[in-house]
């Protein structure tokens, strides 16, 4: 586990083009000590010809194990959320702000979505989410534990898999690789992990990531994972594995201590 000491934002710009509307970030994580607040803003870009309107709802995203704070605690609006007009070809930032309550801890987060009419009518055509994830700097950890590594060869192929768990008390979007290296310590295969969904804490799931590789006769291996848990790559996980194949078939998988 690993203590969160430093000041940690992150604000992830991407911007997405929902039919003619230009919408990010798609999400922003904020770390800062309880009892303190920054601002933040929704951008938003109207590319159709006529004004458009939109209408804004707030609901928990993913409710914490530890902390039971609901976004009216820590998430304000500085904006009209019935009525926003974003007028035809312009563009458009909502402010909202973050302020952490004092006795705040771990982590929380909501999801910020918008519906679209336009002044022809009321229909809903969009829906356009932003996840804003609070974070204590106080007393937030991260944490991951690896468990039921397995790898089979099938037709020169290497797959593998493992299980894994969020040990902390924020959430982690993990990626990373595997490595493969032979009895002389060469590396020869490295296998991606790409990046994954959020999870949560004390929640788990099943990883897995394949790759060619060619064996000839009887081998043994070590096999590295690495693990970034998504914070700029400042925390990561790494366990290893001894593992022999022989005649293309995976004989035993040993944790290496």
Same mark, same amino acid.
């Given at each position: 586990?690993?203590?969160?000491?430093?000041?940690?934002?992150?604000?992830?710009?991407?911007?997405?083009?929902?039919?003619?509307? *230009?919408?990010?970030?798609?999400?922003?994580?904020? +770390?800062?000590?309880?009892? #303190?607040?920054? %601002?933040?803003?929704?951008?938003? /870009?109207?590319?159709?010809?006529?004004?458009?309107?939109? *209408?804004?709802?707030?609901?928990?995203?993913?409710? +914490?194990?530890?902390?039971? #704070?609901?976004? %009216?605690?820590?998430?304000?609006? /500085?904006?009209?959320?019935?009525?926003?007009?974003?007028?035809?070809?312009?563009?458009?930032?909502?402010?909202?702000?973050?302020?952490?309550?004092?006795?705040?801890?771990?982590?929380?987060s909501a999801k910020i979505s918008f519906v679209k009419g336009h002044s022809g009518g009321t229909g809903i055509n969009t829906k356009m989410s932003v996840a804003v994830y609070a974070i204590s700097k106080n007393n937030s950890y991260i944490g991951a534990d690896i468990k039921n590594f397995l790898c089979k060869l099938t037709n020169n192929r290497l797959s593998c898999k493992f299980k894994l768990t969020n040990t902390g008390n924020i959430h982690i979007?993990?990626?990373g690789y595997i490595s493969v290296f032979n009895k002389k310590k060469m590396l020869i295969k490295k296998i991606i992990i790409s990046k994954q969904y959020p999870l949560f804490e004390g929640d788990s799931f099943i990883l897995s990531a394949s790759g060619s590789f060619i064996n000839k006769g009887e081998n043994l291996f070590l096999f590295k994972v690495r693990l970034f848990l998504g914070y700029n790559k400042s925390f990561y996980i790494e366990k290893q594995y001894k593992v022999k194949i022989a005649n293309n078939i995976v004989r035993y998988v040993r944790e290496l201590k």
């Open positions: 586990m690993n203590k969160l000491i430093m000041l940690l934002v992150f604000i992830f710009s991407s911007t997405v083009l929902y039919s003619g509307i *230009k919408f990010g970030p798609a999400y922003t994580e904020v +770390s800062l000590q309880p009892g #303190t607040e920054v %601002k933040r803003s929704i951008y938003i /870009e109207n590319t159709y010809n006529y004004d458009i309107n939109l *209408k804004c709802f707030v609901q928990d995203f993913k409710k +914490s194990r530890i902390n039971k #704070t609901a976004y %009216k605690d820590w998430l304000k609006l /500085e904006f009209n959320k019935e009525n926003i007009v974003v007028k035809a070809n312009s563009k458009k930032k909502l402010y909202y702000r973050i302020k952490l309550p004092k006795s705040f801890s771990g982590e929380a979007r993990p990626e």
